[in-house]
């Protein structure tokens, strides 16, 4: 397994991890994503399982932004381990070859693309432990591969309203602290 699909699957388990220690009473708090409670930061990345599982199977994906909280069901947790199993059963090697949209820079296969989702899942994590209040500190290899990823692509989520403008960090901040600010993220949220 290439390092990008291995960073995938880290990202997915860090993402697991916070979902689990989600209270019942935690889905409605609000998250750093503007207008967005707990509830739909998790739809949102179990929305992205399904896209993912269309985008391998040459399916139509789902719209994932616009009330990403019917993504969740009535248990979260199990709605994600459904969601990110039949998500893997469709990453074959076919799925992972074949080509998918990539905005302004065209299509590319499948398993780069995944590469590039990691920026996706970790933040989408951190804002759910804000909005749960079980901050984590994620995995140093992943955040700089994410900053990265984050550095292509923020000019065009910027343009298209996606993205909030980047906020000044402190000297000698971390690269979890500065990619945070680059995504327009106080790294001192809170609800």
Same mark, same amino acid.
């Given at each position: 397994?290439?390092?990008?699909?291995?960073?995938?699957?880290?990202?997915?388990? =860090?993402?697991?991890? !916070?979902?689990? !220690?989600?209270?019942?009473?935690?889905?409605?708090?609000?998250?750093?994503? %503007?207008?967005?409670?707990?509830?739909?930061?998790?739809?949102?990345?179990?929305?992205?399982?399904?896209? +993912?599982?269309?985008? =391998? &199977?040459?399916?139509?994906?789902?719209?994932?932004?616009?009330?990403?909280?019917?993504?969740?069901?009535?248990?979260?947790?199990?709605?994600?381990?459904?969601?990110?199993?039949?998500?893997?059963?469709? *990453? &074959?090697?076919?799925?992972?070859?074949?080509?998918?949209?990539?905005?302004?820079?065209?299509?590319?296969?499948?398993?780069?693309?995944?590469?590039?989702?990691?920026?996706?899942?970790?933040?989408?994590?951190?804002?759910?432990?804000?909005?749960?209040?079980?901050? +984590?500190?994620?995995?140093?290899?992943?955040?700089?591969?994410?900053?990265?990823? =984050?550095?292509? +692509? %923020?000019?065009?989520?910027?343009? @298209? @309203?996606?993205?909030?403008?980047? *906020?000044?960090?402190?000297? @000698?901040?971390?690269?979890? &602290?500065?990619?945070?600010?680059?995504?327009?993220?106080?790294?001192?949220?809170?609800?």
């Amino acid at each position: 397994m290439t390092w990008e699909l291995q960073g995938y699957e880290r990202s997915l388990d =860090a993402f697991e991890t !916070t979902l689990a !220690t989600v209270g019942s009473t935690g889905w409605d708090a609000p998250s750093p994503c %503007a207008g967005w409670t707990a509830r739909d930061v998790a739809g949102h990345v179990i929305g992205g399982q399904h896209l +993912i599982r269309a985008l =391998a &199977t040459g399916s139509v994906p789902p719209e994932v932004n616009t009330d990403p909280g019917r993504f969740c069901g009535d248990d979260p947790y199990a709605g994600w381990r459904a969601a990110r199993r039949d998500c893997a059963a469709a *990453l &074959t090697p076919a799925g992972l070859r074949r080509p998918v949209p990539f905005g302004a820079l065209g299509e590319l296969p499948l398993h780069d693309f995944l590469g590039g989702y990691i920026l996706e899942v970790l933040i989408h994590t951190w804002d759910l432990t804000q909005a749960t209040g079980s901050p +984590i500190r994620l995995e140093p290899d992943l955040v700089h591969h994410a900053f990265a990823t =984050a550095h292509v +692509i %923020a000019p065009t989520l910027r343009a @298209g @309203g996606h993205l909030a403008p980047p *906020l000044p960090t402190p000297p @000698g901040a971390d690269e979890q &602290t500065r990619l945070l600010a680059f995504l327009g993220r106080p790294p001192d949220w809170t609800p």
